[in-house]
C-alpha cells in the first residue's frame, strides 16, 4: 500500500489567496484526521470524518477553513481566504480501528 | 477540557543509557494510548500502543500505563543517536485522538 497521500507537498501562496490542501487516505481505512502542526502550538486536531462524515470540526479555527470528504478515497481541506497565521504543516491521517498513519504532510507558507 | 500534558525537554541522554519520556491526560473516559516519534521535518510515526494498566515491551521500547494516575510512559533502553526524535503521546478520546505537545529527545554519542 502506498500510504497516506498528501498533496500538494509544499505551497506557497499570498495572504488572501484559497489554497486547497488534498488527502487520499489508507484503502479500506474508515476515519480520516486532519491535523496543523506549528512549533508554537504543537499538533492540533482540526477536524476528523469516519466513514465519510464529519463527526468534530470544534478544532477548526475558523470559518476561513472547511473539510469535505466526498467519498471513502479522498478529502479536502480548504482555506480561503489564506492569512500568514496560517503557515504551518498540515497533515492528514487516517485509521483502521486505534492506529493512525499519517501522510507526509504538505508545508504551507503564506506571505 | 482534553487535555494531553508532556514534558517538552529538550531531555538529553548519552549513547547507551535509559531515555523516560512522560505523559498526563486529564480526563478518565480514555481506552487507548500511543506513542509516535516525530523526526525534524518529517510525519509522526506509531512505535507504540498500550491499552491496559502496566508494562508493555517492544524491543529497546517499555510502555508504561497507570490509568488511577492518568499516567502513560515511555522509556527507551540502549539509547541510540538515531533515537534523537521528538516523541508524542497521544490518548484516544472515544475516536477523538489528542496529541501532546511532544518532547525532543538527543542522545549524544
Known amino acids: 500500500d502506498a500510504g497516506v497521500i498528501q498533496s500538494p507537498r509544499h505551497e506557497v501562496t499570498e495572504m488572501g489567496q484559497e489554497v486547497t490542501l488534498r488527502c487520499k487516505p489508507i484503502s479500506g481505512h474508515n476515519s480520516l484526521f486532519w491535523y496543523r502542526q506549528t512549533m508554537m502550538r504543537g499538533l492540533e486536531l482540526l477536524i476528523y470524518?469516519?466513514?465519510?462524515?464529519?463527526?468534530?470540526d470544534s478544532g477548526m479555527p475558523e470559518d476561513r477553513f472547511s473539510a469535505k470528504m466526498p467519498n471513502a478515497s479522498f478529502s479536502t481541506l480548504k482555506i480561503q481566504p489564506s492569512e500568514p497565521r496560517d503557515s504551518a504543516v498540515y497533515f492528514c491521517?487516517?485509521?483502521?480501528?486505534?492506529?493512525?498513519?499519517f501522510g507526509p504532510g504538505t508545508r504551507l507558507t503564506v506571505l | 477540557q482534553k487535555e494531553v500534558e508532556q514534558n517538552s525537554g529538550p531531555l538529553s541522554v548519552p549513547e547507551g543509557a535509559i531515555a523516560s519520556l512522560n505523559c498526563t491526560y486529564s480526563?478518565?473516559?480514555?481506552?487507548?494510548f500511543f506513542w509516535y516519534r516525530q523526526y525534524s521535518g518529517k510525519s509522526p510515526e506509531l512505535i507504540m500502543s498500550?491499552?491496559?494498566?502496566g508494562d508493555k515491551e517492544d524491543g529497546r521500547f517499555t510502555a508504561q500505563l497507570n490509568k488511577a494516575s492518568q499516567y502513560v510512559s515511555l522509556l527507551i533502553r540502549d539509547s541510540q543517536p538515531s533515537d534523537s526524535a521528538t516523541y508524542l503521546c497521544a490518548v484516544n478520546f472515544g475516536n477523538d485522538m489528542r496529541f501532546g505537545a511532544g518532547t525532543r529527545l538527543t542522545v549524544k554519542p
Open positions: 491521517a487516517s485509521t483502521m480501528g486505534d492506529t493512525q498513519y
Open positions: 498500550i491499552y491496559s494498566n
Open positions: 470524518f469516519n466513514n465519510n462524515v464529519p463527526i468534530d
Open positions: 480526563d478518565r473516559v480514555s481506552q487507548s
